[in-house]
C-alpha cells in the first residue's frame, strides 16, 4: 500500500546501506518511529482515509530523508528510517549527537505538519527512538530493538520527542542517587523560584516576571535546570514539583501586588505532564483562590510540543484557561512544531521567541528576516510578542526597531531572587540594571 519495504526485507536493505555508505564504519542512525493519533484516525474516519495517511505519511517521510536512504513500514504506524548518508560526515565530527538530534527534531517538525486527506485537515505526532551503528549494535536486528526501547523512552515524556539510546550500564550511580535526592528535594524545601524581569520595549518599565525553578542541593549546590527538569519529568515528579513552583510564584506576585505593583504578571512554565493532567483547570483556579492573585495577572507558558499530542483537548483547555481571564503563551516558538494553522485554532495571547533567532538577529539576515516575519504575523493576529535571552544592545536595538513588544534576558538581568527582584522593581526602569 505505501509502496515501502516491509519488516521482511529489512535486513537485505540494511546490508544494502552498509554496503554502499559504510567503508569504514562510519556511525549510521537507525530511527524507529512511531505515529500518534492514528488508531483513534483509523476508528473515527474509517480505515479507507487511514489507509490513505499512512501513503502520504510514507511520502512525507521519504521525501524528508530523500531516495539514498531507507525508510520501512515496519507495523500499522511504525516506521524504521536508516539514514546511511550521515555516515561519512558522522565519522568527521567528535560529538556526533548534535547532528543527529537536528535531524530528529526536523523530522518531527515535519511529521506534524498538517495533512490534507479527502478534503479532512489532519494533525499526526510522532515519537522517535534512535541507535547509531555500530555503537549500539552490529545487525539490524539489534538496532531496531535498541531504538525501540528508546522510542518507548521518548513516548513516556510525551509526544513529539526523540530519545538516543542508552544501554542501562550507562546509568551511572550518580544519577540514580540523584534521582533518589530529587524524590526528596520538595519535601526537604530544596528548591527555590527566582524571577527574571519582562521589559516593555516601549516604556522600558518592568511589567512581568518569568517565574524558573532551581535547585539547591544540600550537598552538590546549585544543580543545572538542564540537569534535573529531564529527570523531573521522566519520572513524573513533575506534576507535583511544577503545582508548587505555580503556589508559589502566584503568593509571590500577589505579595508585590500588596506593594504597589498592581499589574505586574507572573509567567508560569507548564510542562507536558502538567497540561495533560485532567481537572487541570481547576487545579489552577484553586491556586488563584488560595493565593488570591487576580487571574488576568497569570501567564502561563507552554511549548508547542505540550500543545500537538492532543489538538482538541489542548483547544478545550486553553479555552477553558482563557475563559477565567488567564493570559496563554507559546514558549520557544519557532524551534519546534510550528504550524500557522495552530496560531489560528489555538487562543493563545502571547508568542516568546526563542534565543536562537534572538542571538544572530543583528549579524544573519535569515534570523533577522524570521524574527521579523514573527513580529508582524503575531501582530496581524492580535498577538504579543515577548523576545528571550536578549543578551546585547545590537539585539536590543533590532528587536525596538521592529516591534517588538517585551524582552527578557541577561541584558537587563539573569533570573534572581524574590528579595533580590523586589528591589529591581522599586528601580522601575530597566536602564538602571545596567
Not at 517521510?61 to 507495523?75: C, D, K, P, T
Not at 510525551?158 to 530529587?182: C, R, V
Not at 493576529?381 to 517585551?406: K, Y
Request: contains cysteine; aromatic residues 8%.
Amino acid at each position: 500500500m505505501t509502496g515501502l519495504p516491509n519488516r521482511l526485507l529489512l535486513s537485505e536493505r540494511f546490508h544494502q546501506v552498509l554496503a554502499e555508505f559504510n567503508q569504514a564504519h562510519s556511525p549510521i542512525p537507525v530511527l524507529y518511529l512511531d505515529i500518534s493519533q492514528f488508531r483513534r484516525v483509523n476508528s473515527t474516519l474509517g480505515y479507507e482515509l487511514g489507509d490513505h495517511l499512512l501513503k502520504t505519511m510514507a511520502e512525507r517521510l521519504q521525501a524528508f530523508v530523500g531516495f539514498r536512504n531507507l525508510v520501512v513500514r515496519l507495523g500499522d504506524d511504525e516506521f524504521a528510517i536508516i539514514i546511511g548518508t550521515m555516515g561519512a560526515e558522522l565519522s568527521e565530527v567528535e560529538d556526533i549527537q548534535p547532528a543527529i538530534a537536528r535531524v530528529a527534531q526536523n523530522l518531527l517538525w515535519a511529521i506534524s505538519q498538517p495533512f490534507t486527506v479527502q478534503d479532512r485537515t489532519v494533525f499526526l505526532t510522532g515519537c522517535l527512538g534512535i541507535a547509531i551503528y555500530p555503537k549500539d549494535g552490529s545487525d539490524i536486528d539489534t538496532l531496531i530493538r535498541h531504538a525501540d526501547i528508546a522510542m518507548h523512552e521518548a513516548k513516556s515524556q510525551g509526544n513529539s520527542q526523540f530519545k538516543l539510546y542508552q544501554p542501562i550500564t550507562e546509568i551511572t550511580s550518580d544519577q540514580l542517587a540523584l534521582e533518589a535526592d530529587l524524590r526528596y528535594a520538595l519535601k526537604r524545601s530544596e528548591f527555590q523560584v527566582y524571577y527574571q524581569p519582562q521589559i516593555n520595549l516601549k516604556t522600558k518599565a518592568i511589567t512581568g516576571a518569568e517565574a524558573l525553578l532551581r535547585w539547591r542541593h544540600p550537598q552538590r549546590g546549585m544543580i543545572s535546570p538542564a540537569e534535573f527538569i529531564p529527570l523531573a519529568e521522566s519520572t513524573g515528579l513533575i506534576v507535583p514539583i511544577g503545582a508548587w513552583v505555580l503556589q508559589t510564584a502566584c503568593q509571590q506576585a500577589k505579595l508585590w501586588q500588596s506593594e504597589g505593583f498592581d499589574n505586574l504578571q507572573i509567567a508560569v512554565n507548564l510542562s507536558a505532564h502538567q497540561f495533560g493532567q485532567p481537572k487541570l483547570c481547576e487545579a489552577i483556579t484553586r491556586t488563584l483562590q488560595r493565593t488570591g492573585l487576580n487571574p488576568a495577572l497569570l501567564d502561563l507558558e507552554l511549548t508547542e510540543s505540550a500543545l500537538v499530542q492532543d489538538v482538541d483537548s489542548a483547544i478545550s483547555t486553553l479555552k477553558q484557561l482563557r475563559s477565567l481571564s488567564i493570559r496563554v503563551s507559546v514558549d520557544d516558538f519557532g524551534t519546534g512544531y510550528s504550524s500557522l494553522s495552530y496560531l489560528q485554532r489555538f487562543p493563545f495571547n502571547t508568542l516568546k521567541i526563542d534565543r536562537t533567532f534572538v542571538k544572530s538577529i543583528s549579524q544573519d539576515a535569515k534570523s533577522g528576516a524570521i524574527t521579523t516575519a514573527i513580529i508582524q504575523m503575531a501582530h496581524q493576529l492580535q498577538l504579543q510578542v515577548i523576545a528571550e535571552g536578549v543578551e546585547t544592545q545590537a539585539e536590543l536595538d533590532f528587536l525596538s526597531q521592529h516591534g517588538c513588544d517585551l524582552a527578557q534576558g541577561y541584558l537587563f538581568s539573569p533570573p534572581v531572587s524574590a528579595e533580590a527582584f523586589t528591589e529591581l522593581l522599586y528601580r522601575r526602569a530597566w536602564s538602571s540594571l545596567k
